[in-house]
Each structure stands twice: as C-alpha cells, then as structure tokens.
Nanobody, 117 residues
Framework: QVQLVESGGGLVQAGGSLRLSCAASGSIAQLNTMGWYRQAPGKQREFVAHITSGGSTNYADSVKGRFTISRDNAKNTVYLQMNALKPADKAVYYC???????????WGQGTQVTVSS
C-alpha cells in the first residue's frame, strides 16, 4: 500500500509563489511516475505536471514557464514550485503516483491553493 501526503498549500496574492510537497510512503521501490493534478470548484480534475523516476517532465500548457516539478527519489518526495500565480490557479491540488509496470495509481488527499487578485 502507498500513502501520499501533500503539504504547502495556502493563500497567496496574484503574482506570488508557493511550493507544494508530496511525500510518498509504503512499498514504492518500483519505477513510477509522480504528478500533480488540480480541481477547481465546479470543474473536472485536470493534469498539471508529472515527472518520471528518471526526471523526465511534462506540463500542462496553462502552467508551462510558471510551474516546475521536481523530485527527490531518496526522500520519495515530489515538489511543485508555482510562480507567477494567477487567480485561475486556485484549486485543490492533488498528488498522484503511478507504477509503470502494474499501472496502479494512488492519490493524496489534496491541498488547497487560493490566489487572491
């Protein structure tokens, strides 16, 4: 079983920055991809970014150039550095982990990000 715990959300003014963290624990000694999704009120959950065990990254167009995903494999932790935040970035941000061989997918409980204009 895998547990994911996010932290770092909060309230920030437009143009500001936040750094989200997601720590994974449990049986994770396998190739995996970790990523971030977000869900705004009344909207579907959407992809933000992901990073493979080897460090390859992919971003949603809406966050390219503003957000940076990284991971520390020794700590089993993934980060999302969010800069130049906009009110449109307001959402609950969820971390996930997917094992590449089995395809099993795990989600964290989410962390709220609020951006004031």
């Amino acid at each position: 079983q895998v547990q994911l715990v996010e932290s770092g959300g909060g309230l920030v003014q437009a143009g500001g920055s936040l750094r989200l963290s997601c720590a994974a624990s449990g049986s994770i000694a396998q190739l995996n991809t970790m990523g971030w999704y977000r869900q705004a009120p009344g909207k579907q959950r959407e992809f933000v970014a992901h990073i493979t065990s080897g460090g390859s990254t992919n971003y949603a167009d809406s966050v390219k150039g503003r957000f940076t995903i990284s991971r520390d494999n020794a700590k089993n932790t993934v980060y999302l550095q969010m800069n130049a935040l906009k009110p449109a970035d307001k959402a609950v941000y969820y971390c996930n982990l997917r094992f590449l061989v089995s395809g099993r997918l795990y989600w964290g409980q989410g962390t709220q990000v609020t951006v004031s204009s």
